[in-house]
């Protein structure tokens, strides 16, 4: 039987890792130059022999297993499922597949590494995000006999290996608990009627169970585990042997969860509809609680809307196409405001998807009393739909998508129509405006809408300035954070102005911000100027401006302010 190693074994390692730290540490994270001789330093290999991979990851596991005196199963997992770690190993090392196994494990006995890189990541951590989780005073794994003792109690479980770092990632303390409790308390969850792949799934899902103590057992606990019979246990078409499905399963119940819905609330309320929700993906659940979130709704009243009405998940909210504003009638909207969206929001009009209709409702103000509609019984609204139109407008939308510049302008449509534009003539006006891909587009939007502009406000923007999206993120935010601290503006007076996003900030924004401010500190300058009369004016006409206000100011602007060379200018014109 595997002996645990003795006292003297890990007070010898322990001094042993304080002289290697820096050491391994380099070597785990790809930079083994720092470790080699130089006569063994060569260009980095990116891609590895695997003839010589299988026999590295046998050396790995030998050393793992001999030398750090672990399991021999933990030592092949590792070993097995870290190939990020192994390339990094290998990428500067010169081995021939004849003597790979014999020239790692020598490598090994004199480099010692950090050995939770190649743990973490085979765990499941994805390897750029190890070095988040690793500790600050320890290389060795068996310099925490914790926890070993807690994935050995995991893994004798049933929990995948290649999954622990879903427990892992989400609270690592769970690993500095005795297996033996761990054991105990996966038992008392077990007696609830539970299979063991199913407890599995639950505990993947849920880390907290594994977390909590015996004595510490709550009623949101009990909850959760009365949620979850209904979903793993009085369901037939709830699978018990088949891990990700439980697994998924799990999630989708988190999703409400984290919607805000109460524990132990949501099994019996969805009743026959529970079916749909095990029949539906994780990914479409998520997709119709983003079409109600965008829509303005709050987080529990989409979820208490979804567990009321299951029937919700089996709704194509994507591909069907509304027109505008034909649509408004449909749903209800009486003729007059009908008549003020069409004569005040001409942009909307045309044809759409569903997928796009928060962000419509949004652009003409009219989401929140589509919501509360909605929440009263008028979520069928949603289908039915009939978006056949006449020959005429459809002849009037149609347009060919066989040239290569329709083929470039059409993702900026999407763009166009995903945030509430219709398919019209202003879109199509718009349209070769804008100097980005959707992607970014859609970056710059996002931008705008969480530094604090409201949607339809910001669509009012790009009718009056389109192309004010296409400034970088960085820039924009550099723009409205001095319009705001440096020009002391509010982001209404920048609605009025989206104009000022278009000027160069060091050369025009910040010099005629300073020549103003210094006029003012002198009190020469008897009117307030709008910052569309400062920013917009041509420089002939600027210059004219300060004349006016004093005949020596123009001087005083190109020497102190204006980034221009004045040579030759005509002060009396």
């Known amino acids: 039987m595997h002996t645990p190693p003795s006292a003297f074994f890990h007070r010898f390692h322990s001094v042993l890792s304080k002289r290697f730290l820096s050491q391994s540490t380099a070597i785990a994270a790809g930079d083994t130059t720092t470790a080699l001789p130089l006569r063994q330093q060569r260009k980095r290999r990116t891609i590895v022999d695997p003839f010589v991979l299988n026999p590295a990851k046998q050396a790995l596991t030998e050393y793992l297993y001999s030398t750090r005196a672990l399991f021999y199963p933990h030592a092949e997992n590792i070993s097995k499922h870290s190939p990020s770690f192994l390339q990094s190993l290998l990428s500067n090392l010169k081995l021939s597949r004849s003597r790979a196994f014999p020239d790692v494990q020598r490598f090994l006995r004199y480099n010692p590494i950090n050995e939770y890189f190649p743990f973490l990541e085979s765990i499941g951590i994805a390897p750029p995000d190890v070095s988040r989780f690793l500790p600050a005073d320890r290389l060795f794994l068996c310099d925490n006999p914790q926890l070993l003792s807690s994935i050995s109690a995991l893994s004798n479980y049933g929990f995948p290996w290649t999954k ?244 470039l302008l059409t993702p900026k449509m999407e763009f166009l129509q995903g945030v509430g534009f219709g398919e019209n003539a202003i879109a199509r006006e718009i349209v070769p405006k804008l100097h980005a891909t959707k992607e970014q587009l859609d970056q710059r939007f996002s931008c705008l809408i969480g530094m604090g502009i409201e949607h339809s406000e910001l669509v009012k923007m790009m009718l009056l300035s389109p192309k004010i999206l296409n400034q970088s993120v960085p820039m924009i935010e550099e723009k409205i954070d001095f319009f705001q601290n440096g020009l002391k503006l509010s982001l209404q007076d920048l609605q009025k102005f989206p104009g000022y996003l278009l000027f160069d900030l060091e050369k025009r924004v910040k010099p005629r911000h300073r020549i103003m401010a210094w006029l003012r500190e002198r009190d020469l300058l008897v009117i307030n100027y709008a910052p569309a009369t400062i920013l917009a004016t041509s420089e002939r006409r600027f210059i004219s401006c300060l004349k006016r206000i004093h005949p020596a100011v123009p001087k005083q602007w190109l020497e102190s302010f204006s980034f221009r060379d004045y040579n030759g200018f005509n002060w009396g014109s």
């Open 164 to 407: 622990l770092g879903l427990l892992y990632s989400h609270d690592a303390s769970i690993f500095d608990i005795d297996g033996s409790l761990l054991r105990r308390r996966l038992d008392v969850i077990i007696e609830l009627g539970f299979s063991r792949t199913q407890l599995v799934g639950i505990c993947l899902a849920f880390p907290f169970v594994l977390g909590r103590r015996e004595e510490e057992s709550t009623g949101e606990e009990d909850g959760l585990f009365d949620d979850l019979k209904w979903v793993l246990l009085k369901s037939h078409l709830a699978d018990s042997r088949c891990l990700d499905s439980c697994y998924v399963n799990c999630r989708k119940v988190r999703i409400f969860y984290d919607l805000g819905c109460e524990k132990g609330t949501i099994g019996e309320a969805l009743g026959d509809g529970l079916i749909i929700l095990l029949e539906s993906s994780e990914e479409n659940v998520k997709e119709k609680v983003s079409f109600f979130s965008r829509l303005g709704m709050k987080n529990e009243d989409v979820g208490r809307l979804i567990v009321r009405h299951p029937e919700i998940l089996n709704f194509n909210l994507k591909d069907p196409v509304i027109t505008m504003p034909e649509f408004l009638s449909y749903i209800g909207l009486d003729r007059k405001s009908k008549r003020d969206i069409v004569l005040g929001y001409r942009h909307v009009l045309g044809r759409n998807t569903i997928e796009n209709l928060p962000e419509i409702m949004k652009s003409i103000g009219l989401h929140g009393w589509f919501s509360s509609k909605i929440l009263n019984g008028g979520h069928r609204l949603l289908t039915g739909f009939d978006a056949n139109s006449d020959k005429e407008e459809s002849k009037s939308n149609q347009r060919s998508d066989g040239t290569p510049e329709d083929k």
